[in-house]
């Protein structure tokens, strides 16, 4: 996957997109991510990005020029390279709200572009080139770099071969719309506190049925808005009617 992201802000960027499974990512050719500063392409003399808005109000806005010109540029070496143009993402308070859905529809895709905003808002004209606009959640930071960056991760760990388990990103939390059970590893006594005999079974049956029964009783005590009901099979049904008369 080609990701693009248009910034002010490299540095923000640089480094979490150089570590762990990203930055692994990236050196098995797995995923590639330019970033490209649109202050470069500003025709103003002085290199400015940003004016003060028609009709007054406080703060400064985005201008286009920059912004598009920096697209343009990013979108010709991707035609250079058989890329195609694929989606452009604006990181927006008022935008869709991100989640785990939409990151397995973004893993996808071929190419991305991020266009991070900044200052009090920008001109509504980039518009033109943008094909979504996703929220991380109901607050407001000083830029979107690190909503972009939020996103980036978690569309990447769902591009086949970036995780080394195949199964570790089914079995996360909201990948299979529950949260995931505890997990355990040595030793199995730590302090007192020892692990479920059951995940020392060796029993694969009663392990999974285990991890389905606390993965329901978890979301049922913290997150029951996630429980889609008509989705459950029947053995979920059957431990989440136990869970919540053990609960009760």
């Known amino acids: 996957m080609q990701i693009d ?6 540095d923000i960027l640089k480094g979490p997109l150089n570590a762990s499974i990203i930055g692994k990512a990236i050196n098995r050719n797995l995923l590639n991510i ?9 025709t103003n003399k002085h290199h400015n990005v940003d004016d003060m808005p028609y009709g007054g109000g406080a703060g400064m806005l985005l201008q286009p020029q920059p912004i598009i010109d920096a697209f343009d540029h990013t979108q010709q070496v991707a035609k250079e390279n058989d890329i195609s143009t694929g989606r ?8 869709k709200k991100f989640d785990e859905n939409v990151a397995a529809e973004l893993a996808k895709e071929e190419h991305l572009t991020f266009l991070c905003g900044h200052y009090e808002g920008y001109d509504e004209r980039i518009k033109q080139i943008v094909t979504d606009e996703y929220s991380i959640g109901d607050y407001v930071l000083t830029g979107g ?3 972009t960056l939020v996103m980036i991760d978690a ?6 071969g970036v995780l080394g388990n195949k199964g570790s990103a089914a079995d996360d939390s909201f990948s299979s719309g529950l949260l995931e059970s505890p997990q355990y ?11 479920p005999a059951v995940l ?6 009663k392990i999974s049925d285990w991890r389905l029964k606390e993965s329901l009783r978890k979301t049922y005590l913290r997150r029951p808005d996630l429980i889609n009901y008509k989705k459950l099979s029947k053995k979920a049904i059957k431990l989440l ?3 919540k008369i053990e609960e009760e």
């Open 5 to 10: 992201i248009l910034s002010l802000f490299p």
């Open 34 to 42: 330019d970033i490209t500063n649109f202050r470069d392409y500003s």
């Open 88 to 95: 452009v993402i604006l990181t927006d308070p008022a935008g």
């Open 145 to 147: 770099e690190l909503p």
């Open 155 to 160: 569309i990447a760990r769902l591009i086949p």
């Open 185 to 195: 590893t040595r030793p199995a006594n730590f302090r007192g506190q020892e692990v």
């Open 200 to 205: 020392t079974s060796g029993d694969h049956q």
């Open 241 to 243: 009617a136990e869970v």
